[in-house]
Structure formats: structure tokens, C-alpha cells
């Protein structure tokens, strides 16, 4: 079943501008990832941020969250053309360490 | 640095071949997971493990066994590989928090794309 889901599956930027990502979920959840995937390789976490946060922040990436709404946002700023990749947001599914995925945003950035 | 290996890249079987996935971690996680990766349908749970002798189906087991012997090796067997079997394999790693909060960051390895003929 599918917990995360993605919006839109695919971004076209020309680097410099700004991208933006959004994930909508269903049940409650206690944290939120963030992972990026490059072609045909594994994936890599990036952020975390847990119910009771808001937004956060890692270098060229900030993260929102709106458990009221279930949705989170992913923004990319200043992108370049290095950040083109797969994002994928994760939520917990209270059984352990057990994480569901969306499908993925899809994000191409063009120098 | 957390690694997390896998033993092929690229992989090709034919049909009713039993194949053997293997993943590695190096830093004594307890947790380990198998999904497969098809596009459209993001990334799918197949097994997982808690502990070493340890398993749990994921959302699509069918096909698939697995096999935790030692904690930072987690096989996954495909008893008789069939062609809706080709795929991405990935597999993760995670280490479980004190406390009780669940969910936490999986460590990816490079995958395996399996390609059954």
C-alpha cells in the first residue's frame, strides 16, 4: 500500500531556479524522509523531520511539514545540474523500522 | 561512513533458476530490508528482518524467500526466477533508536538490476 504519494512525478528546471517537490500521505505519522535516487543506483537519505517539527533546513534544502494537512514539501533551491534525480518521501508505518515510499518526483535540472 | 554492499550490479537468469541476492552491511544494523523497484510502482517491501533468524513479509513476498544467518548478511532467494520477476532489487539497513519511535533512516545499497529471460 502506498502511504507517500508524490506531486508532480516529473520537474523540468533550468539550474538556478528553484524546485519544488510535495508528498501527501493518508495515516499518522511519527517522522518523515526525504531520500534522493540517482539513475539506476540506490537511494540516499537526505532529511528527516518528525511530527512535531515544522520545517527544517539542510544546506540548499528545506523541508515542511503540515500534519493537519498530511502533506510535506521538499524545496530545492539555487538547483543545479547535479541535483538531477529521483526524490522519494518515507514515512514510518508504526512496525519497526518499516518505511513506505511514494513513487518519486522525477526532477531534471538543465544547465 | 555506513556501507551497505550488494553482490552484483547486473544480473541475468532464465526462467525456473533459483537465484541468490546477497547484501552486507558493516555497521551492525539490526535491521535490514529488500524492496524491488519497477516504474510506476516505486519502490515495494518484500521481506524484512529484525534480527538475525529472523523474517518478516513485506507487502510482496510471493517468489521470494530470504535467509539471515549473520547479522550483516541478508540473502534474498528467488526459488524459480520467472520473467515478472526482472527488476531493480535494493536492499536497506537501519539501525533501530532507543525509545520508541519507529521509522528510522534506511541506508541503501548501489542495487542489483535482475533481468530474467
Known amino acids: 500500500s502506498q502511504q507517500g504519494e508524490e506531486d508532480p512525478q516529473a520537474l523540468s528546471i533550468q539550474e538556478g531556479e528553484n524546485a519544488t517537490m510535495n508528498c501527501s500521505y493518508k495515516?499518522?505519522?511519527?517522522?518523515l524522509q526525504w531520500y534522493r535516487q540517482n539513475s539506476g543506483r540506490g537511494l540516499v537519505h537526505l532529511i528527516l523531520?518528525?511530527?512535531?517539527?515544522r520545517e527544517k533546513h539542510s544546506g540548499r534544502l528545506r523541508v515542511t511539514l503540515d500534519t493537519s494537512k498530511k502533506s510535506s514539501s521538499l524545496l530545492i533551491t539555487a538547483s543545479r545540474a547535479a541535483d538531477t534525480a529521483s526524490y522519494f518521501c518515507?514515512?514510518?508505518?508504526?512496525?519497526?523500522?518499516?518505511?513506505?515510499f511514494g513513487q518519486g518526483t522525477e526532477l531534471s535540472v538543465k544547465p | 561512513d555506513v556501507k551497505v554492499t550488494q553482490s552484483s550490479r547486473y544480473l541475468v537468469k532464465r526462467t525456473g533458476e533459483k537465484v541468490f541476492l546477497e547484501c552486507v552491511q558493516d555497521?551492525?544494523?539490526?535491521?535490514m530490508f529488500w524492496y524491488r523497484q519497477d516504474p510506476g510502482l516505486g519502490l515495494r517491501l518484500i521481506y524484512f528482518?529484525?534480527?538475525?533468524?529472523?523474517?518478516e513479509k513485506g507487502d510482496i513476498p510471493e517468489g521470494y524467500s530470504v535467509s539471515r544467518e549473520k547479522k550483516e548478511r541478508f540473502s534474498l532467494i528467488l526459488e524459480s526466477a520467472s520473467t515478472n520477476q526482472t527488476s531493480m532489487y535494493l536492499c536497506?539497513?537501519?539501525?533501530?533508536?532507543?525509545?520508541?519511535?519507529?521509522?528510522?533512516?534506511?541506508?541503501f545499497g548501489p542495487g542489483t538490476r535482475l533481468t530474467v529471460l
Open positions: 536497506a539497513s537501519s539501525f533501530p533508536r532507543s525509545g520508541a519511535l519507529p521509522g528510522d533512516t534506511q541506508y
Open positions: 495515516t499518522s505519522i511519527n517522522n
Open positions: 523531520i518528525r511530527s512535531n517539527e
Open positions: 518515507a514515512t514510518d508505518s508504526n512496525q519497526g523500522g518499516k518505511l513506505i
Open positions: 555497521m551492525d544494523h539490526e535491521n
Open positions: 528482518s529484525y534480527d538475525v533468524k529472523m523474517k
